[in-house]
């Protein structure tokens, strides 16, 4: 049975979130503030966790954080409307997707199966690993290696990453990395997109790389290039 965390200090939503997850079959438990949401996430074993931005005794974005040091849970977070800045931060720490208050519970319910859709397909793929190079990309245990020496990435980094480098040669809109790496119906900016992958070049340049690099594509997006490899 998929295990759910609803993390609100909002009674109603939590109570009507709780409803419909059941309804769906997921396995819930419910967390009041952020304290109590990270004790139990870094405690028990949840597939997905939904989480609130604004909670007291601790925020949403210092949770992710924490769970993010030791965790690749699916987070969907929940944000106020109109606060572009708290979706946009929620994504680059780590979050897996939002959803704007006041919302549709069918629609958070339909959020969740797709982010947990895209992982189960990334989890059928037989290929977990792969070497380019001096690159390893290891999406079994999320590490990403250079020369052997570990780089420190963000799991969206790491998807993108991951995503490019599965098909050197490949160039790929930004609309098409949002749907790649936040899930289908994903409602972001493409800006999101850029301010990822500006983060993930700055972190791979600092190690040499000369027979491979990620390159802008003027008009389009992104693709890995790789020596040796088709074009």
Same mark, same amino acid.
């Given at each position: 049975m998929t *295990?759910?965390?609803i993390a609100d200090d909002n009674e109603s939503i939590v109570q009507i979130l709780e409803s419909y997850a059941k309804k769906e079959g997921?396995?819930? &438990?419910?967390?009041?503030?952020?304290?109590?949401?990270? /004790?139990?996430?870094?405690?028990?074993?949840?597939?997905?966790?939904?989480?609130?931005?604004?909670?007291?005794?601790?925020?949403?974005?210092?949770?992710? *954080?924490?769970?993010r040091k030791d965790s690749n849970v699916p987070?969907?977070?929940?944000?106020? *409307?109109g606060e572009d800045f708290e979706?946009?931060?929620?994504?680059?720490?780590?979050?897996?997707?939002?959803?704007?208050k006041p919302f549709s519970p069918g629609e958070v319910m339909?959020?969740?199966?797709?982010?947990? *859709?895209?992982?189960?397909?990334?989890?059928?793929?037989?290929?977990?690993r792969l070497h380019l190079h001096n690159l390893t990309v290891d999406l079994d245990e999320y590490i990403v290696k250079i020369d052997e020496l570990k780089i420190?990435? /963000?799991?969206?980094?790491?998807e993108l990453l991951w995503t490019l480098a599965s098909h050197p040669g490949r160039a790929f809109s930004r609309e098409n990395l949002l749907n790649?790496?936040?899930g289908y119906n994903y409602y972001g900016d493409s800006r999101t997109v850029d301010s990822h992958m /500006?983060?993930?070049?700055?972190?791979?340049?600092?190690?040499?790389?000369?027979?491979?690099?990620?390159? &802008?594509?003027?008009?389009?997006?992104?693709?890995?290039?790789?020596?040796?490899? /088709?074009?």
């Open positions: *295990r759910m965390l997921y396995d819930v &438990t419910v967390a009041h503030d952020g304290s109590d949401a990270l /004790t139990k996430a870094m405690n028990d074993d949840f597939d997905i966790v939904l989480l609130d931005v604004m909670m007291p005794k601790m925020d949403g974005f210092t949770v992710v *954080r924490e769970i987070i969907l977070m929940i944000t106020a *409307r979706r946009i931060m929620g994504l680059e720490i780590g979050a897996d997707d939002y959803i704007v339909a959020r969740v199966k797709a982010i947990l *859709r895209r992982l189960d397909r990334v989890n059928a793929d037989e290929k977990q420190s990435l /963000t799991k969206k980094e790491i790649q790496c936040w /500006t983060r993930l070049r700055t972190k791979l340049d600092a190690m040499p790389h000369p027979l491979w690099d990620i390159k &802008t594509i003027w008009g389009v997006g992104y693709k890995f290039e790789a020596k040796g490899e /088709t074009p």
